[in-house]
C-alpha cells in the first residue's frame, strides 16, 4: 500500500496544483470591471489598527471615506462594505473581522433591513468570496444562498465558473497572482458630477414592516458588540432612492430608542451637513460622489471624536506612520480622476 501511494502521489499533487490553478484562472478578477467584487478581501492586507468599523452597502462604501476621517480627525477606521450587502453579510463581516482587531465603534448602514431573506447569487458572490475561510464565511455562505445555489460551488469556486473559459480577457491572466487596490481602505473613489434633476416616485409597499430574518440579524449585531464591548451605531445614508419610508423609519428609530443606540439619519441632516444634490452625486442622488463623501465623513468623524469618544491620533508616530502614506495616495488619485474626468470633457 506503501509504495502505491508513493507511486500514486506526485500524479495527486499534480492534478492538485492544476485544479487550484485553473481555480484561480476561471474565478473573477473585478480588477477593471465590476470592481465592487475586490472589495472585501482588500481587509485583509491592512494595518489592524482601526478604532471605527464602517459596515454595509454601497451606502457606506461610496459615502464615507477613512482617509478624510484620518486627515481631518485622526480617526484611524475602514470601511468593510460591499455592493447590496445584506444584514446577516454584515453580521458575519463582524464575527469575520472580530478576529483580527476590536474597534472602539461599529457602524451600522441600516438600509439593508428592507432586505426580507437571500436574493441575488451575483451580489453574494461580490461579498463572500473575498472572505477568507472561516467559521464565518460559512456561515455567511449558509445564510445567503438562494435556492438554486450550492455551497460546495463557494468552498470549490471551479465548480461555479469552470464555464468562463470563452469569457477569459487578458485581466484574468495580468491578476492571476496579485490585485491592485480598488479602494482607499474601503472607500470607493468617484469625482464625477451628475445632479439630482428628479426623484423617483415611491412605491407604494403591501407591507412595511422589516421581516423576522433581517431583524434578528440585527440583533445577534448588536448582542455581538455589547459581548465584545463595542459601541454600535446606525446610519442612514442621504441616497435620495431607493426610497425610504417613514415606516422603515420609525421602527428603527424605536429599535434605537430601546436599545440606547445613537442613530443618524443623514437624510434628515443633508442640510445641516451641507449636501448639495447638485454638485454632491455622481449618479443622480442614489450615491455621493467625493465632494458628498468627504462632507458626510466631515459631520460624522466630528461625532465619532465628541460623542463616542474616539481618539486623535494624529501626534502618535505608529499611526501616522501607516496614515500618512495612505492620504498621499488618497490624494494622488483624486487629482489623477479630476484630470481624467476634465479630460473627458475636452
Not at 141 to 164: C, G, K, W
Not at 242 to 261: C, R, S, T
Not at 314 to 335: C, F, G, N, T
Amino acid at each position: 500500500m506503501k509504495k502505491v501511494l508513493q507511486k500514486i502521489l506526485p500524479t495527486i499533487v499534480v492534478v492538485v496544483l492544476v485544479l487550484a490553478f485553473l481555480q484561480e484562472l476561471l474565478t473573477p478578477k473585478y480588477m477593471t470591471d465590476i470592481i465592487e467584487g475586490a472589495m472585501i478581501e482588500e481587509y485583509y492586507d491592512s494595518e489592524k489598527n482601526h478604532d471605527v468599523l464602517f459596515l454595509g452597502d454601497c451606502e457606506v462604501y461610496e459615502n464615507i471615506s477613512p482617509c478624510r476621517l484620518w486627515e481631518k480627525y485622526g480617526i484611524s477606521s475602514y470601511v468593510r462594505g460591499s455592493a447590496q450587502q445584506l444584514i446577516w453579510q454584515s453580521y458575519y463581516l463582524l464575527e469575520d473581522t472580530l478576529q483580527y482587531e476590536t474597534p472602539e465603534v461599529v457602524v451600522f448602514n441600516i438600509m439593508s433591513l428592507m432586505h426580507a431573506g437571500p436574493e441575488n447569487e451575483a451580489y453574494n458572490r461580490m461579498t463572500i468570496d473575498g472572505m477568507r475561510w472561516s467559521s464565518a464565511k460559512w456561515n455567511s455562505i449558509q445564510a445567503s444562498m438562494t435556492e438554486d445555489e450550492n455551497a460546495l460551488d463557494y468552498v470549490f469556486p471551479i465548480l461555479r465558473y469552470h464555464t468562463r473559459w470563452s469569457e477569459l480577457t487578458a485581466e484574468d491572466f495580468e491578476y492571476l497572482f496579485h490585485k491592485d487596490p480598488v479602494t482607499f481602505e474601503g472607500y470607493y473613489l468617484r469625482v464625477d458630477v451628475r445632479p439630482v434633476t428628479s426623484i423617483p416616485e415611491p412605491k407604494r409597499l403591501a407591507n412595511y414592516q422589516f421581516a423576522d430574518y433581517p431583524m434578528e440579524y440585527l440583533d445577534k449585531m448588536r448582542e455581538l458588540c455589547d459581548e465584545k464591548g463595542i459601541e454600535l451605531v446606525f446610519v442612514k445614508a442621504p441616497s435620495l432612492f431607493p426610497h425610504w419610508y417613514d415606516e422603515w423609519e420609525a421602527q428603527v428609530d424605536a429599535y434605537a430608542e430601546e436599545y440606547d443606540i445613537t442613530y443618524y439619519n443623514f437624510l434628515e441632516l443633508a442640510e445641516e451637513i451641507g449636501i448639495d444634490y447638485t454638485t454632491d452625486t455622481y449618479d443622480a442622488g442614489m450615491h455621493m460622489n467625493l465632494s458628498g463623501a468627504e462632507k458626510m465623513s466631515d459631520y460624522i468623524g466630528a461625532k465619532l471624536l465628541e460623542d463616542h469618544g474616539i481618539t486623535d491620533h494624529r501626534d502618535e508616530e505608529a499611526y501616522v506612520s501607516v496614515w500618512e502614506p495612505k492620504l498621499e495616495a488618497y490624494k494622488k488619485a483624486i487629482e489623477d480622476a479630476i484630470a481624467e474626468e476634465a479630460a473627458k470633457k475636452q
